[in-house]
């Protein structure tokens, strides 16, 4: 078991509707010894991978971001939610459906900060329905750019996003893999060898 996966054991709260709250480590109040730690997993999960760029969303995939970008020493962008006047008129924008929130919202992000040829990792906090990478994927897409992986930190197996990203030819690593949760808070890790 890595040290994420036994921290949400420990300090991990398993809401309704299948929702993780992680806000005491990772999502509100950040541990950033764990940050690091999932950082150098992350390293040794793509290091064969050539990488230029690391993409997240903001808010909370910005701070696990920032490790991975640093241990991988590439820049890190970050797509802004909604519409931003100081992000400029050329911009790369996708819509993105929440699934804690219920409804949809839309990505930008910079034209400059993306360059077509370029071969960009996309960091998450959480893989839950896939829309968020998939919203990303787009905005590569659309930019030229290369999606060379999804690094998540928690992927929710119950959930079809793994799946849908693996379809569209994602390669998807996640550092704590769940298979099952209870409402009565018992969590279930997939496998891993
Ligand atoms: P998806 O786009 O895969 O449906 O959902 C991913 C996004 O929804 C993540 O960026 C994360 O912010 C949020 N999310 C999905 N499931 C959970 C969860 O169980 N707990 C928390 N805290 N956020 C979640």
């Known amino acids: 078991m890595n040290s994420l996966q036994r921290r949400i054991l420990t300090d991990g709260d398993v809401l309704p509707g299948g929702i993780l709250k992680v806000d005491s480590f990772l999502n509100h109040q950040v541990d950033v010894r764990l940050l690091r730690q999932m950082a150098d997993d992350f390293y040794a999960a793509f290091q064969n991978t050539k990488i230029d760029k690391i993409l997240t969303i903001e808010a909370s995939g910005i701070a696990i971001a920032c490790y991975v970008a640093e241990r991988f020493d590439v820049p890190l962008v970050f797509a802004k939610k909604g519409r931003h006047k100081n992000v400029g008129n050329d911009v ?84 704590a893999v769940i298979e099952s949760m209870s409402d009565d808070g018992q969590i279930v890790f997939r496998d891993e060898d």
């Open 92 to 175: 790369l924008t996708a819509e993105v459906f929440s699934f804690t929130k219920g409804t949809s919202y839309n990505v930008t992000v910079s034209r400059k900060y993306l360059q077509p040829g370029e071969r960009v990792l996309v960091v998450d906090d959480f893989l839950a329905n896939g829309q968020a990478v998939l919203g990303l994927k787009k905005i590569l897409d659309e930019a030229g750019c290369e999606l060379v992986g999804a690094a998540i930190a928690i992927e929710k197996a119950f959930q079809p996003g793994e799946k849908l990203l693996r379809d569209a030819g994602i390669d998807v690593k996640a550092l």
